[in-house]
């Protein structure tokens, strides 16, 4: 392999680190919070979309059809007290990765509110492109009427890498919930909002597996002594290739 080529990987390596911005617990359901990429085409104004839409075996909910399915893979049911909850459009949508304004359709759950999306397979990835984050917003994650784990705005909010000025600075982020082995796999996802304030949600991923959720495994990125020796024989090479170039010019006078 050539050094040019070592230099590239070095530079994409240390990229892919940085874009793991925070690891949740290790035990059970952990999570992991990224500005999340533009959708499948490129768009940039319909919100944040998963690293993970293209994988093998994932299903992806944008709500841009106005509704939350009912039938289907994922099955979403409202429990609606307050009688706001819904699919809508507004300047809540959650921002996209460079905090973008989402014009598109979005998850919308209100005070004492919750929705529950039944999944027709097991799953060991979820992701949710997830802000304005607000108080009271929690995730439950359940096999069949177990609960796994829940999260809370408390766990999430502090590492949201987006504060998008149409939400007056609020956190967004592009939130991975994902098995750490065949004991975490959960079948039944409950988005709640405890208190007053919302929770918007947008593009939905769904990953079916019956074990550990593999696309976060650290083997796939170099560590990070390997990744500095190879940012140093990279530099190497450049300041080389200077070097004779400079020497060529003093040669020609």
């Not at 990229?15 to 768009?43: D, H, M």
């Not at 944040?48 to 909910?61: D, K, N, P, R």
């Not at 705005?153 to 956190?171: D, K």
């Amino acid at each position: 392999m050539s050094l040019t080529k070592i230099a590239c990987i070095a530079a994409l390596s240390l990229s892919a680190i940085s874009s793991f911005i925070y690891a949740g617990s290790a035990q059970a359901i952990s999570f992991k919070v990224t500005t999340g990429i533009a959708g499948p085409n490129g768009e940039t104004d319909q919100g944040a979309f998963s690293e993970f839409t293209q994988l093998a075996g994932t299903t992806t909910v944008n709500f841009n059809n106005g509704q939350a399915p009912t039938t289907g893979f994922a099955k979403y049911s409202f429990e609606n007290n307050s009688g706001s909850s819904s699919v809508r459009s507004d300047v809540w949508a959650p921002a996209g990765a460079n905090g973008e304004v989402n014009n598109g359709k979005y998850l919308a759950v209100f005070n004492g509110d919750q929705v529950t999306m039944k999944l027709a397979s097991s799953l060991n990835y979820f992701g949710i492109d997830w802000g304005a984050i607000s108080s009271g917003n929690v995730f439950s994650f359940y096999n069949g009427d177990t609960l796994i784990k829940s999260f809370t705005t408390e766990n999430v909010n502090p590492v949201a890498p987006i504060h998008a000025s149409q939400h007056g600075g609020e956190g967004n982020g592009y939130l991975h919930f994902y098995s750490d082995s065949s004991n975490d796999i959960f079948n039944k996802i409950v988005i709640t909002q405890a208190g007053g304030g919302g929770f918007e949600s947008d593009n939905h991923s769904f990953h079916i597996g019956t074990d550990k959720f593999t696309g976060f495994d650290p083997k796939s990125v170099p560590e990070p002594s390997i990744t500095l020796g190879m940012l140093a024989v990279g530099g190497m090479f450049l300041r080389k290739r200077k070097n004779e170039k400079l020497q060529s010019v003093r040669q020609s006078h």
